[in-house]
């Protein structure tokens, strides 16, 4: 009945910001499902943030890159990553994967590239109007917002004047580009993964004179491989409570990783999986090689000093930034419709601004352990929203998930703008699909009907 439904009716109109792993495969299940769409890419290829050195600016790939997710994790359900990778691939390989899905899927006719949409704003009739930098105007009946959050750099106001270079880690291409950091006192800001990767690359001697790695907390670094097995393909059994779970991976990691102080770090505040995990198998070696030398946060820059919140003071040429990115819509004029300073965005399921419902937003979370095929399980909810197979609870119920979850992120994650978006993919996923269970259920009780009327003109670009 469900499926006769979607056949009965014209379906909306839609159009998905950004060709990136998450605009990609939303564009997949649309297509699969008939839905007509546009998809808008700002660059001349597809692949978002893993397109090293796009020309639309918004790539955080270095030279030497590879995902911390493994091969296995990664994968679109329907299209295998090759069985030639390495556990762990490189962007180039990454990059790659995703022109050939997009090949595939024959989805390249539908992306519009070298489009970048300027502005999305919804008319007098709730209808979506976008315009994009090639002097187009286009309007939709729905809108998927699939532009990333790895793009808007959050670097930090230090008080005071610096007589070096001061960029922050999206600049970074390699040791040489764009600054030679050959004999250069160098301090790297922050302790994620883009922060260690590019310690562990600029601490060697033959690189920096002197490398300095500054944070304000201590982090726990997890390994990458476990007993010779990628450690990620490892997950615990659904029926075990989430509170036990957390405590046995936390044991885990200690007896196996042993304590941050130990490799000369400073002790976590927080324990093991109450922050966003940082993953390395060279940084620790780096670290016991004495390589790197701690420091505290900066507190105030001075010609050719970096002072520090221990009262030292070093001779520094390049400070690199790894603080992290802003989550930013530059489309959206509504102030409804953007997140606040410290990257808070309440939506339900990750995807809905309650009140607003011809509007899902696709990949925007700091999933453990897999980002790249998140958009993947949300796109099943959308496509089955605007064809009448699912229907959304009501704006008291999603304003009350939306509470239980933020009170269940405060209490695990300490306060910070990184955590704002931060789940858990296999608990995440199996909460969708009871929810997409439970939102079939209504919609049958509303006859399986549009819950967004196709109204938008048929136009193509």
Not at 40 to 60: I, L, R
Not at 376 to 403: C, D, F, H, W
């Amino acid at each position: 009945m469900a499926a006769l439904s979607a056949q009965n009716h014209q379906l909306p109109r839609v159009a998905v910001i950004g060709a990136g792993p998450s605009g990609i495969t939303v564009a997949k299940r649309l297509a699969e499902y008939g839905i007509p769409f546009d998809c808008y890419e700002a660059s001349d290829e597809v692949g978002g943030n893993w397109y090293y050195k796009n020309p639309n600016g918004m790539s955080a790939c270095y030279q030497s890159l590879h995902i911390d997710t493994s091969k296995f994790r990664l994968q679109f359900e329907d299209f295998p990553a090759p069985e030639e990778w390495p556990d762990f691939p490189h962007h180039t390989q990454l990059h790659q994967y995703f022109k050939d899905y997009v090949e595939h899927f024959g989805l390249r006719d539908r992306i519009h590239l070298n489009h970048k949409v300027i502005s999305a704003e919804r008319d007098a009739e709730g209808l979506w109007v976008v315009s994009t930098d090639k002097g187009t105007t286009e309007t939709y009946d729905v809108l998927l917002v699939c532009n990333g959050h790895h793009w808007d750099p959050r670097t930090p106001d230090y008080p005071g004047e610096f007589n070096g270079v001061l960029m922050h880690s999206h600049a970074y291409n390699d040791p040489f580009d764009p600054v030679d950091m050959r004999g250069k006192r160098i301090v790297v800001v922050g302790m994620g993964n883009s922060g260690l990767d590019i310690a562990t690359e600029l601490s060697q001697r033959f690189i920096a004179s002197k490398f300095y790695l500054s944070a304000r907390r201590g982090v726990w670094v997890l390994p990458k491989y476990v007993n010779g097995q990628v450690g990620d393909k490892r997950s615990m059994p659904a029926w075990i409570p989430s509170k036990m779970a957390l405590k046995m991976k936390q044991r885990f990691v200690v007896k196996n990783r042993g304590h941050m102080e130990d490799y000369g770090l400073p002790k976590p505040d927080h324990l093991p999986f109450e922050a966003h995990p940082s993953a390395s198998e060279e940084f620790l070696h780096r670290a016991g090689c004495g390589d790197i030398t701690f420091k505290p946060a900066i507190t105030k820059l001075d010609g050719d000093k970096v002072h520090f919140a221990d009262g030292s003071i070093e001779a520094v040429d390049v400070v690199v930034c790894a603080t992290g990115y802003h989550i930013s819509f530059p489309f959206f004029g509504d102030k409804a419709l953007l997140p606040d300073e410290r990257n808070k965005f309440p939506l339900y399921r990750q995807m809905v601004k309650p009140g607003v419902d011809n509007l899902f937003f696709l990949g925007l979370a700091q999933p453990m352990p897999t980002l790249v095929n998140f958009a993947e399980q949300q796109s099943k909810l959308v496509a089955a929203y605007l064809t009448g197979n699912y229907r959304l609870p009501s704006e008291t119920e999603m304003a009350e998930g939306i509470r239980e979850v933020e009170e269940s992120r405060s209490g695990r994650y300490y306060d910070s703008p990184r955590h704002t978006i931060q789940i858990e993919f296999e608990p995440y996923v199996r909460d969708l699909q009871k929810e997409m269970a439970r939102g079939a259920k209504r919609a049958e009780a509303h006859g399986f009907a549009l819950p967004v009327r196709a109204r938008a003109s048929q136009a193509q670009v």
